[in-house]
Each structure stands twice: as structure tokens, then as C-alpha cells.
């Protein structure tokens, strides 16, 4: 059987602190699937297209990355791409409670869905998406905190 991992998220906009766990699980899993998650009731800065078009220009040499999107329950959408992991990252000790929390909760509803959670490298542990989208909002520099494909 195949190891196919799921990493979804939002990624408004995708980080280097994303692109750090995505690019370290790679070993441990023979796909990777980067599902980009949409939410009526969420406001996003960038559109579903150019979010999907961003992490595809990132990983674009990666034969073993692919996109997807979705709306609904992660755990359902898991089990129509047959994934069999979960992959997240955890910045602190407030992601993890946050993490944990869900896990157990996708657990219950998928016994047989594992999430992996992998800690982001210091030197990213402090981007969030939310940072970035609040440096962009005031026009600061934000080109430190994301791929070149991301950067103006």
C-alpha cells in the first residue's frame, strides 16, 4: 500500500515554515498531497487559484508533490484521495494543544487515519500565515517569511 500523506491548510499565503515540513516529510511518505482547503465563511487574502498557483510554481521539481483542493471535512476528503496520513506542523506548544485536539477528534471519526506531525525548523517557527497576511495588509517587507514564488 501506498504512503500517501495529506497536508491540508489554508495557505493564504503558503510560508517557508509550510515549505519546511512539506520538503522534510518527503522521505517518509511516498506522496504528498498539499489540499487546499476552502471555507464560505473563512475571508481570504488571495484567491483559491493564485494559492494553488503559488504552491504549485514551489514545488513544481517535486514529482511527488501534488495539489488539490477541497471544502468539508478533512478526514472525508482523506478518505477520497485514499491518504492514509495526516501531515501538520506545530510551531509551538499552543499548536500542538490546537493539533492534538483535532487529531484525537479525526481519530474517532477515522480510526484508521494517522496524523503525523512534524515540528517546524526554529529558524521558521515564528511565521504563521496570519503574520504575513497582516505584513502584506500594511505594506512591509514580506518577502523573508515566503517562496520566491510568493514574493512581488
Known amino acids: 500500500m501506498s504512503r500517501v ?4 491548510g ?3 499565503p503558503i510560508t517557508l515554515g509550510h515549505v519546511d515540513i512539506i520538503q522534510r516529510s518527503l522521505p517518509l511518505f511516498d506522496e504528498v498531497r498539499i489540499a487546499v482547503g476552502t471555507n464560505s465563511t473563512k475571508n481570504y487574502l488571495f484567491s483559491l487559484e493564485q494559492r494553488v ?9 517535486e514529482a511527488k508533490i501534488s495539489v488539490v483542493t477541497y471544502g ?4 472525508d ?5 485514499n ?3 495526516l501531515l501538520r506542523g506545530l510551531r509551538n506548544p499552543a499548536d500542538f494543544e490546537f493539533e492534538k485536539a ?19 525548523s526554529a529558524r521558521y517557527a515564528y ?12 505594506n512591509g517587507d514580506f518577502s523573508h517569511f515566503v517562496p520566491d514564488t510568493v514574493r512581488p
Not at 55 to 61: A, D, G, L, P, V
Not at 72 to 75: D, M, N, R
Not at 102 to 120: D, G, H
Open 53 to 61: 498557483n503559488w504552491i504549485e510554481q514551489t514545488f513544481s521539481h
Open 72 to 75: 468539508g471535512l478533512t478526514v
Open 83 to 85: 491518504a492514509s496520513f
Open 10 to 12: 489554508s495557505f493564504d
Open 102 to 120: 483535532i487529531a484525537q477528534a479525526n481519530r474517532e471519526m477515522v480510526p484508521n487515519l494517522e496524523t503525523v506531525f512534524l515540528l517546524t
Open 127 to 138: 511565521i504563521s500565515s496570519s503574520i504575513v497576511r497582516d505584513v502584506i495588509k500594511h
Open 77 to 81: 476528503f482523506a478518505k477520497e484521495q
Open 5 to 8: 500523506a495529506l497536508f491540508p
